[in-house]
């Protein structure tokens, strides 16, 4: 069965070749249905339902409007080659969106709860799934206080939301390299601040800079740490790794300024599976240059939920522009990307027990 709004939006060739998945592109299209789910206090999460996709009511005074009290989350549901559909890691999305909760006074959403709840609106949407290599539906979970009132504190009432949304694939024409910026003007997060946190704050605070990067034709921007601004954070909305001297090393979580990308943790995990060193640490941009400038630095590559891999080919700090690995994806990176797409399109067993089959 072919969804109803794939032949209004993309035309009846789709539905004769599927060939128009590939054009579907990012965060436009959206499925029939979403999940809403109330929190009220002294009643807790109650009666999720499974709802036609639609516009929804809020009070001018809501306070997620004023105060930024709102999470949300970011996986994938992956079609198989046998026609079956499974997701990457889900549970780790609901811990983390626990660890955002906590930081921004929500209550907690039970994971078990919340998985049962994707699970029930992936099946009731499975046909939304695309088909073609590369292509996946992109599942956004999202909380955020109703509450409509001006006062500063949190809220007492809250929806759990999840939306879908079918995605083209990431790499159209192939994995190429990105160009990216070092700001060394404003910064994303600070130690004790929500850079640990999935809210909506962090990302506003980065649309200045990721301007800026455009306009001098960089298409990502490399965060430094908020107080010294030498220490190297994240990469636009994905976290970063360095190949350097056959170590990857990326930032460690402990300033709790970097968020935990899942996809960080898998990448990680598979190279220390393959005995490739990792080393998770404090980083200066420094350090990158002068390994650079010693023959060092190999590869240097992003990692997240839309790419999963992102490799670099220049990065740009100041007055020097580093090109990395001649502007071509390297082995470390290459072996990541084919591993873990594998793995959750099925095309290559799952030995790490990551995968949750929705059928």
């Excluded at 592109?25 to 009643?43: C, K, N, R, S």
């Excluded at 800026?212 to 960089?218: E, L, V």
């Excluded at 995990?269 to 980083?283: A, Q």
């Amino acid at each position: 069965m072919i969804p109803s709004k794939f032949r209004e939006l993309l035309g009846e060739e789709f539905v004769l070749t599927r060939g128009l998945e590939s054009k579907l592109g990012f965060g436009h299209i959206f499925t029939d249905h979403m999940l809403v789910m109330p929190y009220d206090e002294g009643q807790g999460w109650h009666d999720p339902v499974i709802m036609p996709y639609g516009d929804i009511t809020l009070s001018p005074s809501a306070m997620c409007l004023h105060y930024g009290q709102t999470v949300f989350e970011g996986l994938k549901a992956y079609r198989r080659a046998d026609g079956g559909v499974q997701l990457f890691r889900p549970d780790e999305n609901f811990k983390r969106l626990n660890r955002s909760n906590e930081r921004l006074v929500i209550p907690e959403l039970p994971e078990e709860l919340g998985l049962q709840c994707l699970k029930e609106l992936i099946s009731v949407e499975k046909d939304w799934v695309p088909h073609t290599e590369g292509a996946s539906l992109y599942i956004r979970p999202f909380i955020f206080a109703v509450d409509p009132f001006l006062g500063v504190h949190p809220g007492e009432h809250y929806l759990f939301m999840i939306i879908l949304s079918p995605s083209g694939p990431y790499y159209a024409s192939g994995l190429d390299p990105v160009n990216i910026y070092v700001e060394n003007k404003y910064v994303r997060t600070v130690r004790g601040g929500m850079g640990y946190a999935k809210t909506g704050g962090n990302y506003a605070a980065s649309l200045h800079s990721q301007a800026d990067a455009y306009d001098q034709g960089y298409s990502q921007v490399l965060w430094l740490d908020g107080v010294e601004q030498k220490y190297i954070e994240e990469v636009g909305a994905m976290n970063i790794a360095f190949v350097i001297d056959g170590e990857v090393v990326t930032p460690s979580l402990e300033t709790g300024s970097i968020l935990s990308g899942i996809t960080r943790k898998s990448a990680l995990e598979l190279c220390r599976s393959k005995g490739i060193p990792v080393s998770e640490r404090r980083i200066t941009i420094q350090e990158i240059a002068d390994a650079y400038d010693a023959g060092k630095l190999s590869e240097v590559f992003g990692t997240g939920t839309a790419a999963v891999i992102s490799p670099v080919g220049h990065l740009k700090w100041g007055d020097k522009v580093m090109t990395i690995n001649n502007n071509k994806i390297g082995p470390v990176s290459q072996m990541i990307y084919d591993t873990l797409t594998g793995i959750q399109w099925g095309k290559i067993p799952d030995e790490f027990g990551w995968i949750v089959p929705i059928d």
